[in-house]
Structures are given as C-alpha cells and as structure tokens.
C-alpha cells in the first residue's frame, strides 16, 4: 500500500531553473515530512524536512511547501544546479521513538547546462 | 557522514544459499532499520530494531530474519536466497530525542545479487 505518493518520476531542467517534485499523503497521523536525496553510488541523506505547523521551510536553494488540507507538500530547487541532480525521496512518519518512515518511490532529477 | 558501515559493500550469490549482511555503527544509536531499495518502489522496510534483542518486522519482511546482539550491529539474514532479493540494501540509524531532529543516517548501502 502506497501510502506516499511521488511525483514525477524523472525531471530533466536546464540549469538555473525551478525543480519542483510533489509529494501527497494518506496517513493524517504524519507530523514529520523529510526529503532525501540520494547521488548514485550512496545512501539517502536528509536534505531538509517540515512539520506540518508551518506552510513553507527554506534552506538556502531548497523549499519545502506543505499543505495540510490537501496532504501535500513539494519540494522546489531554485537556480538549479547541475551538482542538484540526483535522486530526490520524500517521506512521512509519525515523530518520536521508532519512526515507521514511509518514502516516496524517489524523482530522479538532471540538470543539464 | 554518519558512522554507519555496511559489509559487504557488494556480493553475488546463488539461489538457495544463505546470505548475511552486517551494518555496524559508532554513534550509539537506539534505532537500527534495514530497508531494500528496488527501481519503482522507493526504499522498503524489512526489519527495524528498538534495542539490543528487540525487533519487528517491517513491511517486505519475508525471507529475511534479523538479529542485534550489541547496540553497534544488526545483522540481515537471507534464508535461502531468491532472485526477487536481488536488490540494493540499505542500514539506517535514529535516535530520537525531545525536540531534535527525525533524522535517520543511511549507511552506504550493500548491493545484492542472486543468480
């Protein structure tokens, strides 16, 4: 059962651009929503994460926008850079002791020059 | 990088055989997960620990078994190895505390192929 659902699945961008993968969720009992990226060859890495009592979180180049209403966040790349591209993972989990994570299926993202 | 090692980095094994994989860490964490990522699927739950001894199953936990005698290492065991476990392994690490972060540390991940 697909309980985080990911989109899309590749996403090609020219460098400079906005990447923007999204993500929904069934599960309203989630209270914590990391993103994941992953280059080829290593293991998955926080990259940044949002709970749901705000609506945006930025980290330099990287934005989360969460929507609690609807259960659905996305995660926006500005200024692209070709050093970005990589797989991306969205999660969601219920904070607090052993955390049940649920991932997303992953986008793979390039930015070409 | 978090201190999370995982052996064999790479193995290529035969259907039937039995297979163990080994993810050792240095950071005292409590937690200790395994998962499996596979094309399409994302990164899959197979086993988690809550403690030395203590462990459940996750959500693709048939044909593998897990085992944590120390705090450090927790052990992923094939069975009798099939092609379908042919997959990408992944450790991960956590270790909640109030307030902090949620984060889990992967390890390098051991990439697993049954012929």
């Known amino acids: 059962q697909q309980q985080v659902k990911q989109s899309p699945q590749s996403l090609i961008v020219q460098k400079g651009g906005i990447s923007i993968i999204n993500c929904a969720y069934e599960?309203?009992?989630?209270?914590?929503f990391p993103w994941y990226q992953q280059f080829p060859g290593k293991g998955p890495a926080l990259l940044i994460a949002i709970r749901p009592d705000v609506s945006e979180k930025k980290e330099g180049r990287f934005t989360i926008s969460f929507n609690k209403s609807a259960k659905q966040f996305s995660l926006h790349i500005m200024d692209s850079q070709p050093g970005d591209s990589a797989t991306y993972f969205c999660a969601a989990t219920s904070s607090g002791g052993y955390q049940k994570v649920t991932f997303g299926t992953g986008t793979k993202l390039q930015v070409i020059p | 990088d978090a201190g999370i090692t995982q052996s064999p980095r790479h193995k290529v094994t035969e259907t039937g055989t039995p297979v163990t994989l080994r993810c050792h860490q240095t950071e005292n964490h409590r937690y200790m997960y395994w998962y499996r990522q596979d094309p399409g699927h994302g990164l899959r739950l197979i086993h988690y620990s809550y403690g030395v001894k203590d462990t459940d199953k996750g959500e693709v936990s048939d044909g593998y078994s897990v085992s944590r005698s120390k705090t450090e290492d927790f052990l992923l065991t094939l069975e009798s190895a099939t092609s379908s476990q042919t997959s990408v392994y992944f450790c991960?690490?956590?270790?909640?505390?109030?307030?902090?972060?949620?984060?889990?540390?992967f390890g390098p991940g051991t990439r697993l192929t049954v012929t």
């Open positions: 599960n309203t009992a989630f209270d914590y």
């Open positions: 991960a690490i956590s270790d909640f505390r109030q307030g902090e972060s949620d984060e889990q540390y």
